[in-house]
């Protein structure tokens, strides 16, 4: 007999070989006893105590269960008990886990879970330094962090309330903060900012609850009423308009400056222009030669409003004042002391008439600038003078001279002394236009103005006399600027005044330009902390009386003159009461005193010219002191004291 096995080595079957007939007590029929012995043999086992056996068919029904193992006896493991078998893993057992207890519990072996209140500080990871606080300075949700805690900081959180941390830190309140205040705008309060959108560079308004920001065009609206400049703005004076009088152009004029000034707003922040047009001159030829007239049949163009004009011979540029109305053709002259005047002794002359000069005296005042004002003529004329052999004409190539009229004043200086030094000067009118689209305009000067002069051409005029005589009504100044900053005067012919041409008072950066001073008794002035400069004009002061001044600084103030011609003055230049004074490329003629420092001031001199024409050339007294470079001072006595005398020194 052969057991049969699968790849699983599972018996599935046993054969065996038998006689096709079996007879009890044949010969083939074993006894179970000796089967043991037999079993290595092909024999055939009959035997009643022997029971046929079968593994498996493979065929159904499942069910040869007669050699499965039981709980009592031995045998072969059911299907079913070899799949679970399969199912177990290696090393596997039955354990069941116990639950935990104590500080630390679970259910069987399931998440272990710490007992409320059982870690005590001691089982806690240690920190890593003094000074630690627990928490997190992380920004979000994360983990426990240490965070640096001085002593300092913990002296402060031990303690109970506020009031022991203000003692702790050493703080009064009242003393070194502020005490509690009720917040708002009444006095006494703290102020807050009522304005979601304040920003850099606002200025404050107050509203009901605080401060609110207001840039600055809406500062400049809400004061607007309160008479505060809103743009740049260019204001009209001419004295013949006829229009409204309202400055937005020339027809439209004022017909005085100082109806013009008084337009201004109280505040000015932004750039004023205040222009300045002459009127229309008179011109013609003399027909007849009467005596102490002019006779002009011709064009029979004279008024009676004439009076009191200055008129000039072209030829000789000497001038006089129209005294007398007689008839539109005819005119007296005088002198400016009102004495007969033949001014046109051959009846066949070239004349001018000037305009109606501005007959005021400007007040500027009561404004406060933090912008700019200039008051400036309608035309003026400064520039260098190109190469030429004529005497007395003017060429520049750079200039426009289409506005220049015969009449129009002119001053010439010279700078081709050495290092620049102004040499010399000469003062004269226009007395020929015809060559001005040439670029040359002719002059009643003597001298023949060429490479290294320069020249200044002005025609609009202010005069301090309303009869045109300086015995007449002479007013004490033309300009004053007093307690303004920031505005300029450009352009003007000044004439009579019976003090100073332009007075500054406790006014600064005003500059003075392009200016020509006729018959007045003292040229621009600074007086009291204030601050002029002056560039490219002519000074000339009516006498030649000591204390008669051209230029002029007085108590803490500053002038300095730059290419400027002085003569006919008492002093060209003077400064008393800690003042300080210059003049530098000026030229200075016909003087009793160069320049006069008194009273602890000082003065300079810088490529100036003092001629022989002047008394003293450079007088100081009572510890004041004059400085000099690159100048001449020819005068008859050039210094005096010549040495220190009475604390004056002079270098």
């Not at 708002?184 to 920001?213: P, R, W």
């Not at 809103?230 to 204001?235: D, E, F, P, S, Y």
């Amino acid at each position: 007999m052969w057991f049969v096995r699968n790849a699983a080595h599972k018996i599935v079957d046993w054969v065996y070989r038998h006689s096709p007939s079996h007879e009890n007590g044949g010969a083939d029929e074993v006894s179970v006893t000796g089967l043991s012995g037999l079993l290595a043999d092909d024999q055939h086992v009959l035997d009643a105590e022997v029971k046929a056996i079968k593994l498996d068919d493979f065929t159904a029904p499942d069910d040869n269960t007669d050699l499965d193992a039981t709980d009592a006896k031995h045998g072969l493991m059911p299907k079913a008990d070899k799949a679970k078998l399969d199912g177990v893993a290696a090393g596997a057992n039955l354990y069941v886990h116990p639950n935990h207890s104590g500080e630390v519990t679970s259910v069987a072996d399931g998440a272990q879970t710490i007992t409320n209140d059982a870690v005590t500080y001691a089982k806690m990871q240690n920190v890593s330094a003094t000074d630690k606080v627990l928490g997190r300075s992380t920004a979000g949700a994360g983990d426990v962090e240490e965070i640096a805690c001085t002593a300092a900081g913990r002296a402060l959180l031990d303690d109970a309330a506020a009031s022991n941390q203000r003692t702790t830190l050493g703080l009064a309140i009242g003393t070194d903060v502020l005490a509690q205040q009720t917040i708002g705008i009444a006095d006494g309060n703290l102020v807050k900012i009522d304005h979601a959108a304040v920003a850099d560079d606002d200025y404050a308004k107050f509203t009901a609850n605080g401060l609110e920001g207001r840039s600055y065009s809406e500062v400049l609206s809400d004061i607007a009423a309160a008479g505060v400049s809103t743009a740049n703005k260019t204001i009209y004076v001419y004295a013949e308009a006829t229009g409204d009088a309202d400055g937005t152009s020339k027809a439209n004029g004022f017909t005085t400056a100082q109806a013009a000034w008084n337009s201004l707003e109280a505040i000015i922040a932004h750039a004023y222009t205040i222009i300045v047009c002459a009127g229309t001159k008179k011109t013609g030829t003399a027909d007849e030669n009467t005596a102490n007239h002019l006779v002009d049949d011709g064009n029979s163009q004279f008024v009676s409003g004439d009076v009191g004009k200055r008129v000039f011979n072209v030829g000789t540029g000497a001038w006089g004042v129209v005294g007398s109305f007689v008839d539109t053709g005819d005119v007296g002259i005088v002198d400016t002391a009102g004495a007969n005047l033949d001014l046109f002794p051959a009846g066949t002359e070239a004349y001018v008439i000037e305009p109606t000069p501005y007959r005021e005296q400007v007040a500027v005042d009561s404004k406060y600038i933090i912008g700019s004002v200039l008051i400036r003529t309608e035309f003026y004329w400064q520039g260098d003078c190109d190469t030429q052999a004529n005497a007395g004409e003017i060429l520049d190539a750079t200039a426009d001279f289409t506005n220049v009229e015969v009449g129009d004043k002119i001053v010439v200086l010279d700078l081709n002394g050495a290092n620049g030094r102004a040499q010399d000067y000469e003062v004269g009118t226009v007395d020929d236009v015809s060559q001005v689209g040439s670029d040359i305009v002719r002059t009643t000067l003597t001298k023949t103005p060429t490479a290294g002069w320069i020249y200044t051409i002005v025609k609009t005029e202010i005069s301090g006399s309303d009869d045109g005589l300086d015995s007449g009504t002479a007013r004490n100044h033309l300009f004053w600027l007093t307690g303004v900053d920031n505005v300029d005067i450009y352009g003007f012919l000044l004439t009579f005044s019976d003090s100073w041409s332009v007075r500054y008072t406790n006014s600064r950066n005003c500059d003075l330009y392009y200016f020509y001073h006729e018959n007045t008794d003292m040229g621009p002035g600074s007086l009291d902390h204030s601050q002029l400069f002056a560039y490219y004009g002519y000074i000339e002061a009516s006498t030649a009386n000591n204390w008669i001044y051209g230029f002029y600084s007085y108590r803490r103030s500053v002038a300095l003159a730059f290419y400027v011609a002085l003569e006919q003055t008492g002093s060209a230049f003077y400064a008393a009461q800690q003042t300080h004074i210059e003049a530098q490329y000026c030229y200075i003629d016909t003087t009793r005193n160069g320049m006069w420092v008194d009273l602890v001031s000082a003065g300079y001199f810088n490529k100036s010219t003092i001629s022989g024409n002047a008394t003293t050339g450079i007088y100081a007294r009572r510890n004041s002191s004059v400085l000099t470079a690159s100048t001449t001072n020819s005068g008859v006595t050039p210094e005096d004291p010549a040495g220190t005398v009475e604390g004056a020194y002079i270098a």
